[in-house]
């Protein structure tokens, strides 16, 4: 897999670029996974918020809601929860798609006709997976705020000025940058493996079900063995 | 055109190629005969760089193709067209993308037109008696046979040297294999071109064969002009050749 993903790195460096399949990429990666990631940022600030109020209240700290949600979502829950669902939305689709041209020869045709396949089918979609990652989890920031924000202040009942202002105060800039880094690491991950798991496929119908299986599994663990690596060196104990 | 010397492939303890050397001059029809699992495609995959020998060598209008890699494999592929046993057309794409794609992806440092690399896949596809009606239409909705000529249509119109046939007639009815021998024959007819033809259809290898190999354990058990094979002492050739001859 090292390998593999060097030489898509060297070929991603080489003419021709084809913007209009990464502009495909794009369009399925992200804008296909936009609404479950939409749903599901929405909901995880919604149910946050009310573990959060029940917590703080203990303190009478209810107004550090909103800070507390906006927090970890920036930092943590966007980038991973983004991850993993874009995991098995698209992650999935892509092993199976190259799974699915590898045993039906498609890929070894290409070759024939002198087109490498890492720089025609695995370039576009790790380029378009590095850059819609950071953008489907700022997608889960806002819903996932604004799910938080809903809960918070219309059915906790907590005042809009200190749940405002106590976010203001809770997460900056550094937060948001932290979770997009994450997302943008966690984008080179599942793509690399999901290309790789597709492309390396061999056996048939079961051998492309045991890729995409095996691919999407693999991605998962390696998001949270990245996320940990990540916050541990940022972070610290 | 092509030339196999002393080729030799394994893949763990099984030995798919032991010693296999042959000649293909230009212009001419080749047809590799074998049983299924005799390495008919692993010799053919050889050919094309594919796969990589574990000894021998194979020289492509005096190209060493064996050793190649990236972009001089590439461009040593350039005189290529291949079809494919499942004609491997990609099913994202339309029949007239499939056609183009060799024009439209493989030659992005000379861009041609796009009329004219419509133009030279709706000659090509006459070529294989198939309308503009097909232009729009994805792999899934035509038949096997269709495939198989939207296949030899791909390989043909980049006016590659060498096509290389995979299985072309397998799996395909009486009057389509016929249909396909003819495209075979036509491409070499019209077109000049040097055809490598991988197959377990005795019948349709001798119908298009200037020469002819019959692969067995892997080496060729006999190898010739399709007189020269029939001729052929070997037990296992007068086997494979009976379970046709002796039905006609």
Redesign the interface.
């Known amino acids: 897999m090292i390998l593999f993903a060097g030489e898509t790195f060297a070929w991603a460096l080489r003419p021709p670029f084809r913007a209009g399949l990464v502009l495909q990429q794009m369009a399925f990666v992200g804008v296909g996974s936009a609404f479950i990631v939409g749903v599901t940022g929405t909901f995880a600030g919604m149910v946050l918020a009310l573990q959060m109020n029940v917590a703080l209240r203990q303190f009478a700290a209810e107004g550090y809601v909103g800070g507390s949600v906006g927090f970890s979502l920036a930092r943590e829950l966007a980038p991973v929860f983004t991850a993993l669902m874009i995991t098995g939305r698209s992650g999935s689709a892509i092993a199976t798609e190259l799974g699915t041209m590898r045993v039906t020869e498609q890929i070894d045709a290409m070759e024939t006709m002198a087109v490498n396949p890492i720089h025609y089918l695995v370039v576009p979609r790790v380029v378009a997976s590095l850059l819609m990652f950071p953008v489907l989890t700022m997608l889960f920031n806002l819903m996932g705020y604004g799910g938080a924000f809903v809960m918070g202040v219309f059915v906790a009942r907590i005042p809009i000025g200190p749940f405002i202002f106590h976010t203001q105060e809770l997460v900056d800039q550094h937060d948001v940058g932290a979770g997009l880094f994450k997302a943008i690491v966690f984008g080179l991950i599942v793509s690399v493996i999901t290309t790789w798991r597709g492309y390396a496929a061999a056996g048939g119908a079961r051998g492309v079900g045991e890729g995409t299986t095996r691919g999407v599994v693999a991605s998962s663990i390696a998001i949270l063995l990245a996320d940990y690596a990540i916050t541990f060196v940022t972070v610290g104990t | 055109m092509i030339e196999v010397r002393d080729l030799y492939k394994s893949f763990g303890d099984n030995h798919v190629l032991r010693g296999i050397s042959l000649t293909i001059p230009r212009g001419t029809t080749y047809v590799v005969l074998g049983g299924s699992g005799s390495g008919k495609t692993v010799l053919m995959?050889h050919v094309?760089g594919?796969l990589e020998p574990d000894r021998g060598e194979v020289l492509v209008a005096g190209t060493r193709i064996t050793g190649l890699r990236g972009r001089a494999l590439?461009?040593a592929?350039?005189v290529?067209?291949?079809v494919?046993?499942?004609a491997?057309?990609?099913?994202?794409m339309t029949v007239l993308e499939n056609v183009t794609?060799?024009l439209t992806?493989?030659r992005?440092g000379a861009r041609l037109p796009l009329s004219e690399v419509r133009r030279r896949a709706i000659e090509k596809l006459a070529v294989v008696d198939l309308g503009e009606d097909v232009l729009d239409q994805y792999p899934a909705q035509l038949s096997g046979g269709m495939r198989k000529r939207v296949a030899l249509a791909?390989a043909l119109v980049?006016d590659p040297q060498i096509v290389?046939y995979d299985e072309p007639t397998t799996g395909l009815d009486p009057i389509t294999t016929d249909y396909v021998d003819g495209m075979i024959l036509n491409a070499k007819r019209r077109l000049g071109i040097t055809s490598m033809v991988i197959s377990h259809d005795v019948a349709s290898a001798f119908k298009v064969a200037d020469r002819l190999a019959l692969l067995y354990d892997g080496h060729l058990a006999a190898e010739g002009t399709p007189a020269e094979v029939r001729e052929s002492k070997e037990p296992f050739v007068q086997r494979f050749l009976s379970t046709w001859f002796e039905k006609q």
Do not use: N
């Open positions: 995959k094309i594919l590439t461009e592929r350039r290529f067209g291949m494919f046993q499942g491997a057309l990609f099913d994202s794609f060799p992806e493989a992005q791909r980049s290389l």
